[in-house]
């Protein structure tokens, strides 16, 4: 069946470093790709999502690129923030799916002053 | 343009009662999906309901079922609560249901069961 699969978290980065969170899915068909972001006690917010191979999605810094042959979508940011501090989830819709979403486990971000 | 509104906000119930909670749509949105986070993993999908209509069933038992009202706004039951119903419920709304349409999310519903 369709899954997605997100590195393990937690991880834990100082102000301005380099962020990447790795993402890879299993689908029978064509799926868009979604990373939504939860701030703690908050519910989900799209942060961005590509819909077909070698789309990039892109949304306050944070990049992902969708790629077909990996079956990757791995979230990168140049230089994170202490306000980036969330749980991070990588997700997917698949044509005939009544566009449900699939989640993974999420990653939990921190970011260290 | 009000986003997605959950009530209530927290909840707390016994083993074997039943529980509703509810949903408003983000304006003009024809499409809720409803989603149990339990603590720790990521969400995972209950149903959907499409014009008053339930459009697509996640693995639950029946005992979670649900409604759409003609404004789109939407209810969850749960009926015979379960320890593991214990969660974080999510609603979210869309224009449409195809792979590439947005669900935006409400703040959820935390439901505790003792």
């Known amino acids: 069946g369709n899954s997605v699969t997100q590195m393990e978290g937690p991880v834990t980065l100082s102000e301005e470093a380099f962020l990447t969170i790795n993402c890879t899915y299993t689908?029978?068909?064509?799926?868009?790709l979604f990373w939504y972001v939860q701030y703690p006690g908050e519910g989900l917010q799209l942060l961005l999502k590509?819909?077909?191979?070698?789309d990039k999605g892109s949304n306050k810094g944070f990049e992902a690129t969708y790629r077909k042959e990996t079956t990757s979508f791995h979230l990168e940011k140049g230089s994170v923030q202490v306000s980036d501090s969330a749980v991070y989830f990588c997700?997917?819709?698949?044509?005939?799916?009544?566009?449900?979403?699939?989640f993974g486990k999420g990653t939990k971000l921190s970011v260290k002053p | 343009e009000t986003g997605v509104t959950q009530s209530p906000t927290h909840l707390i119930k016994t083993r074997g009662q039943q529980v509703t909670l509810r949903c408003s749509s983000q304006?003009?949105?024809?499409?809720v999906s409803w989603y149990q986070q339990a603590l720790g993993q990521g969400p995972q999908f209950i149903f959907q309901?499409?014009?008053?209509?339930?459009?697509g069933r996640g693995n639950f038992p029946p005992r979670f079922s649900g409604l759409q009202f003609p404004n789109y706004s939407s209810e969850l039951n749960v009926n015979a609560l379960e320890l593991d119903d214990s969660a974080l419920y999510l609603c979210?709304?869309?224009?449409?249901?195809?792979?590439?349409?947005?669900?935006?999310f409400g703040p959820g519903t935390r439901l505790t069961v003792l």
């Open positions: 304006s003009g949105h024809n499409t």
């Open positions: 979210a709304s869309s224009l449409g249901q195809g792979r590439s349409d947005t669900q935006y």
């Open positions: 997700a997917l819709s698949e044509a005939g799916s009544q566009g449900n979403l699939i």
């Open positions: 689908a029978t068909g064509y799926p868009s």
């Open positions: 590509a819909t077909k191979a070698d």
């Open positions: 309901y499409y014009r008053e209509e339930e459009n």
